[in-house]
């Protein structure tokens, strides 16, 4: 699954555009989240419309998410053996994604916040994960920071279902049962998230500023359900290749639904919804293309090339960093906010952010990584000395 990385790095770089595409409007400056197309570049233009939804990506990144992580639970019940342990689960999760982000977070906000006691509830809020449930500070500090958060309550739900099933013993139910079993979690995600977005809009009339109420787990987890989805369907027919002619329509289709997502998104939150809607749609269509597709079909191998496996496997290294490096960047009168600078600001953040983003995984990422040697398969601690024996 080669591939994977590269639908990983054409997300992180796409986002790295969107930010400096944001950034680069006359007379606009900061933090642009909300704002409206007047002064952009290529404004009321096509490839205007497809910059200002770059920021569908995100949802690639949560499918991708939701397939990786629920996939070895789908594999084991639909073969009928126990689901891995909770605890290593969590544990594995945690060196792979804290201590990165705790050391950036700690970086930035001191940065920013050169006498204390700062902004204290910011920096408490982004260290625990609960910027998303506050309008205000969700793009504090780190601002893509927020889609991590939400991840870190869809790692502690996956965490949960496996304590729920660790006593179940799937070898004693039928297939069907087992299938059942393992599909309802995604199914309760996907139906809850829907019935919110339905009580937002329908009866509760939120509007679009309310970051909170759009950027919470519950509003995002219809795509974290859909990559489970994708991993259940994998784990039952994924040794059955589709041949790439039966599925390159597949793969158009996904295009027209995310074509049209950009024609009909405006400011407004019904818009902005059915937007989000159909880019989980379109992703789930194309991850879904490449998953059941033979290993040699055209678009896995161009998107296994060297390049994009690179971009994905620093890609959260690139993602995390990229808007401290764009206002650092201009808070020292680097970068132009005029809408004609645009290109010339996306190529020099994307040449500063992949470095740094390499050297983040070199010497940050990857090491805290091994951490998971600490521990054995079983989630406790790893002695390495020998048993003490009384002389």
């Known amino acids: 699954?080669?591939?994977?990385?590269?639908?990983?790095?054409?997300?992180?770089?796409?986002?790295?555009?969107?930010?400096?595409?944001?950034?680069?409007?006359?007379?606009?400056?900061?933090?642009?989240?909300?704002?409206?197309?007047?002064?952009?570049?290529?404004?009321?233009?096509?490839?205007?419309?497809?910059?200002?939804?770059?920021?569908?990506?995100?949802?690639?990144?949560?499918?991708?998410?939701?397939?990786?992580?629920?996939?070895?639970?789908?594999?084991?019940?639909?073969?009928?053996?126990?689901?891995?342990?909770?605890?290593?689960?969590?544990?594995?999760?945690?060196?792979?994604?804290?201590?990165?982000?705790?050391?950036?977070?700690?970086?930035?906000?001191?940065?920013?916040?050169?006498?204390?006691?700062?902004?204290?509830?910011?920096?408490?809020?982004?260290?625990?994960?609960?910027?998303?449930?506050?309008?205000?500070?969700?793009?504090?500090?780190?601002?893509?920071?927020?889609?991590?958060?939400?991840?870190?309550?869809?790692?502690?739900?996956?965490?949960?279902?496996?304590?729920?099933?660790r006593g179940w013993n799937p070898a004693r139910s039928r297939p069907a049962v087992r299938a059942l079993v393992i599909a309802t979690p995604p199914t309760v995600m996907l139906v809850g998230s829907l019935v919110y977005h339905w009580w937002v809009l329908d009866i509760a009339h939120q509007p679009s500023d309310?970051?909170?109420?759009?950027?919470?787990?519950?509003?995002?987890?219809?795509?974290?359900?859909?990559?489970?989805?994708?991993?259940?369907?994998?784990?039952?027919?994924?040794?059955?290749?589709?041949?790439?002619?039966?599925?390159?329509?597949?793969?158009?289709?996904?295009?027209?639904?995310?074509?049209?997502?950009?024609?009909?998104?405006?400011?407004d939150a019904r818009t902005s919804t059915e937007f989000n809607m159909l880019s989980m749609v379109a992703f789930t269509l194309l991850l879904g293309s490449s998953l059941f597709a033979h290993p040699r079909a055209w678009w896995r191998r161009i998107l296994a090339v060297r390049p994009l496996m690179f971009a994905g496997t620093i890609s959260y290294s690139v993602y995390l960093w990229h808007e401290p490096i764009l206002l650092y960047l201009d808070t020292h009168h680097l970068l132009s906010h005029h809408a004609t600078a645009f290109p010339w600001v996306a190529l020099l953040l994307v040449a500063v952010s992949v470095p740094f983003g390499w050297f983040s995984y070199v010497i940050l990422e990857r090491p805290s990584g091994e951490l998971k040697a600490l521990f054995q398969s079983d989630g406790r601690l790893r002695s390495y000395y020998g048993p003490r024996h009384e002389g």
């Open 1 to 165: 699954m080669d591939d994977l990385e590269g639908y990983r790095g054409i997300a992180a770089l796409g986002i790295v555009v969107f930010h400096a595409y944001q950034f680069c409007r006359e007379g606009a400056g900061g933090d642009t989240a909300g704002s409206t197309p007047d002064g952009y570049a290529y404004a009321g233009t096509p490839l205007g419309h497809v910059m200002l939804n770059l920021d569908g990506l995100v949802s690639l990144f949560l499918l991708l998410s939701g397939f990786l992580l629920y996939a070895p639970a789908a594999r084991q019940v639909l073969a009928g053996r126990r689901v891995g342990s909770p605890r290593v689960f969590l544990l594995r999760r945690a060196v792979r994604i804290l201590p990165l982000y705790w050391f950036a977070t700690l970086l930035v906000w001191t940065y920013r916040n050169p006498e204390l006691p700062g902004d204290w509830r910011d920096l408490v809020e982004h260290l625990t994960f609960t910027q998303i449930f506050d309008s205000r500070r969700i793009f504090y500090t780190i601002g893509p920071a927020w889609s991590l958060s939400v991840e870190i309550f869809f790692y502690v739900a996956v965490a949960l279902i496996l304590l729920v099933l």
């Open 210 to 267: 309310r970051w909170a109420i759009w950027f919470n787990p519950l509003a995002k987890a219809e795509m974290f359900a859909m990559g489970m989805f994708l991993a259940i369907l994998h784990a039952r027919w994924g040794n059955r290749p589709v041949r790439a002619v039966w599925l390159v329509p597949v793969r158009l289709v996904a295009l027209a639904i995310l074509v049209y997502g950009c024609a009909i998104r405006a400011d």
